[in-house]
């Protein structure tokens, strides 16, 4: 005597049809939720890093959604900007530990023949940084359109920005003082070798910890959703 054990599948078998036909969706959700988790906390990580971080480094984090189709969510810091330099090149040597790009101010001296080959430009004891650490984009402007009208150098004593060698200190300087007393302040100071920054920004260690997180929470929980969902036939 035979007994024959049949087992039903079909259940299973549309249950597996379901989750693979949802998973494309979920999949995307997930990673996008963890996407804007890991840029959010980028964000908040600047503003314990750099001191005063400018409006334009805060929001330089951007998110590519995924897709169904892409199955990929991209985090990066933005690589273009209105005006002067792109947060991408600016940041690079805190996030990778790299030597600095030079500044767009220092290929104007260099073009104009008053900054020397191998050297590079810092701030002067008697600049004026703004808020943010940095010198202005408008007194940049100025200081520019000074040196162009007496062809850089110190000759052109209408101007207030100079450049000359002070003291042995090679740099862009401004006239201050009375016409009896006239001293010189120092504003930028060129160096030779290109400045190094410590990589002290942690862009990969932040983002690799919350995906390795998150995802699988987040992964679970749109499953979830998207299969009490779903349209049944």
Request: net charge positive; aromatic share 6%; proline share 5%.
């Amino acid at each position: 005597m035979d007994v024959s054990v049949k087992l039903d599948t079909s259940k299973f078998e549309r249950a597996a049809a379901e989750l693979k036909k949802q998973l494309p969706y979920a999949s995307s959700v997930a990673l996008n939720n963890v996407a804007f988790r890991i840029r959010g906390e980028e964000r908040s990580a600047m503003g314990r890093v750099f001191k005063n971080p400018a409006k334009l480094t805060l929001n330089s984090v951007l998110v590519k959604k995924a897709t169904k189709c892409s199955g990929i969510a991209k985090i990066f810091i933005r690589d273009q900007a209105t005006n002067g330099t792109a947060p991408s090149k600016y940041l690079a040597p805190s996030v990778i530990d790299v030597k600095r790009n030079d500044k767009r101010f220092e290929r104007a001296l260099q073009h104009m023949g008053v900054l020397p080959s191998g050297m590079y430009v810092v701030h002067g004891k008697a600049a004026r940084l703004n808020k943010h650490g940095n010198i202005s984009a408008a007194t940049y402007k100025k200081i520019l359109a000074e040196l162009r009208a007496g062809s850089g150098s110190g000759q052109d004593k209408k101007g207030k920005y100079f450049v000359g060698k002070v003291n042995g200190v090679l740099g862009v300087w401004k006239r201050a003082g009375s016409k009896r007393r006239p001293t010189v302040k120092p504003i930028l100071i060129f160096l030779r070798g290109k400045p190094d920054y410590k990589k002290r920004f942690p862009f990969l260690r932040i983002a690799e910890g919350i995906a390795r997180r998150h995802l699988p929470i987040e992964l679970n929980k749109a499953m979830d959703h998207a299969i009490a969902t779903a349209k049944r036939p």
